[in-house]
């Protein structure tokens, strides 16, 4: 157990619908980062955030975004949602901001997100 | 460009034998790497990270090496057990950024 906690497990919907997943990071951690992982493109960082504030971004759809809480946790909010969109999404927490060194990243479960 | 790719898509060993996983990176800027371990329905889990300022690290049972001169990393696990089945990937960081670049996995099937 990682420690990083995400909800839900698993999600179905329908295209066009907006969902919104949740993750806590471990305890102590302040940045939170989310990727995506289909069968087709692997594992893709999504966005980070330390702290409350966006930090970086990667692959994310103007579709997606993301928040991150003063109690840390962090939700993405998936809009518009469309086939391509099921894949299994993870949440990463790591203690600091890594600018100019990496922390190591612990992941959550995931969420796998099913668009019908 | 960033990439980072794997030479075998699938390993399959005797338990008890030792494994080595390869990883290929393109980024000579990459100062740190990772390894992640994948088991089916969870998440990828943390097995051993190396700087580049090192060639060598060791954990429990598992080694990674880092030749930056050909831009290679790889993974060894002794003693191979079958509950080490499962996709492990590499990761790199060039520092710059916050992102980690994955590598495709590699599937490891260890036979009893």
């Known amino acids: 157990d990682s420690g990083v906690t995400q909800t839900p497990k698993h999600l179905i919907t329908a295209t066009g619908q907006r969902v919104t997943l949740r993750c806590s990071p471990r305890?102590?951690?302040?940045?939170v980062y989310w990727y995506q992982q289909s069968l087709d493109q692997g594992l893709q960082f999504l966005i980070q955030y330390y702290n409350g504030e966006e930090r970086a971004k990667g692959n994310i759809l103007e579709r997606f975004s993301a928040q991150q809480f003063p109690d840390l946790h962090s939700e993405l909010n998936l809009s518009s949602l469309e086939l391509g969109d099921s894949a299994l999404y993870f949440c990463?927490?790591?203690?600091?901001?890594?600018?100019?060194?990496?922390?190591?990243?612990?992941f959550g479960p995931g969420t796998r997100l099913t668009v019908l | 460009g960033e990439s980072v790719g794997l030479h075998l898509p699938t390993l399959s060993v005797q338990e008890g034998d030792n494994s080595i996983i390869n990883c290929a990176y393109s980024n000579s800027a990459s100062d740190y790497f990772i390894w992640y371990k994948q088991e089916s329905g969870k998440g990828p889990q943390f097995i051993i990270d190396i700087r580049s300022n090192m060639d060598k690290r060791q954990g429990q049972r598992v080694t990674v090496l880092l030749n930056k001169t050909v831009k290679h990393l790889s993974l060894q696990i002794a003693a191979t057990q079958p509950g080490d089945s499962a996709v492990y990937f590499c990761?790199?960081?060039?520092?710059?950024?916050?992102?980690?670049?994955f590598g495709k996995g590699t599937l490891l099937t260890v036979n009893p």
């Open positions: 990761a790199e960081n060039s520092g710059s950024n916050y992102k980690l670049t």
């Open positions: 305890s102590g951690d302040l940045s």
């Open positions: 990463a927490s790591s203690p600091r901001d890594s600018s100019g060194y990496t922390d190591t990243q612990y």
